[in-house]
């Protein structure tokens, strides 16, 4: 409940920058280098805009991002970056690949939830919005990343310091992925240790700051049992009655809970069976459980073994014939954390958040970002300019109007961080 409350209080709160930071915000915002870099964004929209439609009609879901990685890989090297994909898929590029400085990183992720069939599902709407799943999640961090390195290239917008930039497409954010891509470069990455901040960019928009990591837990139930004919097997138990009442049972519990911190709990998909008229031998659902307290999670988790097993005992008692058999398996966890408020990286965001006239909510969400939070590192998620909604859909819809604003507030906090790292 404590975090729940601190995200809140802290949200209510106007910036109130570091005076030193602030100035360090508004030299790097005059610069000569910072100008020509955010003259070079101005002058290539119409590319970076290509760039994000052409990466978004590359397929990636989860598990599957290889092309996209390898296609994402390619660019940043004509960028000239020195750009190869890990041993977990990741695509991590270096600014000084013989420097052994403390790096910043900022991140995108490759994968999306939904992949388009054919690059027709890739368009661009009369209006200009562009249309089709992944186009804001994560096209719009991806094409970020790529308008980013190749700005930073061509008019390093801030001087070169023993610290430099690591930029990286990471797999594995989205369904069960289970962050696989950012917990290696966290924890086994060659690179780990010298990673001092993280800036994760995920979909658009300038309107948020996710620094408190949202934990969840994802499992597997998986009901067995003999099967056979509706008719002259019946009285076998039936594993898709016995799921069903896993569901009832458990959902109910949930609303029955005493006030608790803000939860949530969704059975995303429910499987089973061949025939109307075959008792079925198998069903199984997923089930996402997700709280601002992680103690609230266990006590999820505890019931749905409570669930479970009055459902199976209740089925099995009914059986005539053969019974059924349960397996429960987690199949991903997502730790949570939060940013101090007086992280340099978060005094460096509102900073610049005041300089650019932003004003950002702090939020509490399940990113990236949730590993090094997790870690105790420093790190947030936000967007990389534009709008867009519909995530996860077919209807997915991206304006890239203003993202120039987006990826300003990138570069003048990644200068910022550069300068902290150096210290």
Same mark, same amino acid.
């Given at each position: 409940?404590?975090?729940t409350?601190d995200i809140?209080?802290?949200a209510?709160?106007?910036a109130?920058p570091?005076a030193?930071?602030?100035?360090?915000?508004a030299?790097?915002?005059s610069? @000569?280098?910072?100008r020509?870099?955010?003259?070079?964004i #101005? @002058?290539?929209?119409?590319?970076?805009?290509?760039?994000?439609? &052409?990466?978004c009609?590359?397929?990636?879901? =989860?598990f599957?991002e290889?092309?996209?990685?390898?296609?994402?890989?390619?660019?940043?090297?004509s960028?000239?970056? $020195?750009a @190869?994909?890990?041993?977990?898929g990741?695509v991590v590029?270096?600014?000084h690949?013989?420097?052994?400085?403390p790096?910043?990183?900022?991140?995108?992720?490759?994968?999306?939830?939904?992949?388009?069939?054919?690059?027709?599902d890739?368009?661009?709407?009369?209006?200009?919005r562009?249309?089709?799943?992944?186009?804001?999640d994560?096209?719009?961090?991806?094409a970020?990343?790529l308008?980013?390195a190749?700005s930073?290239?061509?008019?390093?917008?801030t001087a070169?310091?023993?610290?430099?930039?690591?930029?990286?497409?990471?797999?594995?954010?989205?369904? &069960?992925g289970?962050l696989s891509?950012m917990? #290696?470069?966290?924890?086994?990455?060659?690179?780990?240790g010298?990673?001092?901040?993280?800036l994760?960019?995920?979909?658009?928009s300038?309107?948020?700051?996710t620094?408190?990591a949202l934990?969840?837990?994802?499992?597997?139930?998986v009901?067995s049992?003999?099967g056979g004919?509706?008719?002259?097997?019946?009285?076998?138990?039936?594993?898709?009655?016995?799921?069903?009442?896993?569901?009832h #049972?458990?959902s109910?519990?949930? #609303?029955?809970?005493?006030?608790?911190?803000?939860?949530?709990?969704n059975? %995303?998909t429910v499987?089973?069976?061949?025939?109307?008229?075959?008792?079925?031998? &198998?069903?199984r659902?997923k089930?996402?459980?997700?709280s601002?307290?992680?103690?609230?999670i266990?006590?999820?988790?505890?019931?749905?073994t409570l669930a479970? $097993?009055?459902?199976?005992?209740?089925e099995n008692d009914r059986a005539t014939?053969?019974?059924?058999?349960?397996?429960? @398996?987690?199949?991903?966890?997502r730790?949570?954390?939060?940013l101090?408020?007086?992280?340099?990286?978060?005094r460096s965001?509102?900073?610049? $958040?005041?300089?650019l006239g932003?004003?950002?909510q702090? $939020?509490?969400?399940s =990113?990236d970002?949730?590993i090094p939070?997790?870690m105790g590192l420093?790190?947030?998620?936000?967007?990389?300019?534009?709008q867009g909604a519909g995530?996860?859909?077919?209807?997915?819809w991206?304006?890239?109007?203003?993202?120039?604003? %987006?990826?300003?507030r990138?570069l003048l906090?990644?200068?910022?961080?550069?300068?902290a790292?150096?210290?």
């Amino acid at each position: 409940m404590a975090a729940t409350v601190d995200i809140a209080r802290r949200a209510g709160l106007a910036a109130k920058p570091d005076a030193k930071i602030q100035r360090a915000v508004a030299g790097h915002a005059s610069s @000569r280098a910072m100008r020509d870099c955010l003259g070079w964004i #101005y @002058r290539h929209r119409s590319w970076i805009n290509e760039q994000q439609l &052409e990466l978004c009609r590359i397929p990636a879901p =989860t598990f599957l991002e290889e092309k996209r990685a390898e296609w994402i890989a390619a660019q940043l090297r004509s960028a000239g970056w $020195d750009a @190869r994909i890990d041993r977990a898929g990741n695509v991590v590029a270096l600014e000084h690949p013989a420097s052994e400085g403390p790096l910043v990183a900022i991140t995108a992720h490759l994968d999306t939830v939904l992949a388009p069939r054919r690059p027709e599902d890739i368009r661009i709407d009369g209006d200009g919005r562009f249309r089709g799943p992944g186009v804001a999640d994560n096209g719009a961090g991806l094409a970020g990343l790529l308008a980013v390195a190749a700005s930073w290239k061509k008019n390093r917008p801030t001087a070169a310091g023993p610290a430099s930039l690591l930029l990286v497409a990471n797999v594995c954010e989205e369904g &069960e992925g289970n962050l696989s891509g950012m917990r #290696y470069l966290c924890r086994q990455s060659p690179l780990a240790g010298r990673i001092r901040s993280f800036l994760v960019l995920d979909g658009p928009s300038t309107d948020h700051i996710t620094c408190q990591a949202l934990a969840s837990r994802r499992f597997e139930i998986v009901v067995s049992g003999p099967g056979g004919h509706s008719w002259s097997d019946q009285g076998n138990g039936n594993p898709v009655h016995a799921l069903g009442r896993v569901i009832h #049972y458990f959902s109910e519990g949930q #609303y029955e809970a005493l006030p608790a911190p803000r939860s949530s709990f969704n059975f %995303g998909t429910v499987e089973g069976g061949v025939s109307v008229n075959s008792i079925p031998s &198998e069903a199984r659902a997923k089930l996402d459980v997700r709280s601002e307290d992680p103690e609230r999670i266990d006590s999820m988790a505890r019931c749905l073994t409570l669930a479970v $097993d009055r459902a199976i005992d209740l089925e099995n008692d009914r059986a005539t014939g053969g019974k059924v058999a349960v397996k429960v @398996r987690e199949i991903g966890s997502r730790p949570g954390g939060i940013l101090a408020e007086e992280s340099t990286l978060l005094r460096s965001l509102r900073a610049v $958040d005041a300089h650019l006239g932003i004003r950002a909510q702090l $939020d509490c969400a399940s =990113t990236d970002a949730n590993i090094p939070l997790s870690m105790g590192l420093e790190a947030v998620s936000i967007g990389a300019g534009g709008q867009g909604a519909g995530a996860h859909t077919t209807e997915e819809w991206f304006d890239p109007d203003k993202r120039e604003f %987006g990826l300003q507030r990138i570069l003048l906090t990644a200068c910022l961080l550069l300068d902290a790292a150096a210290v």
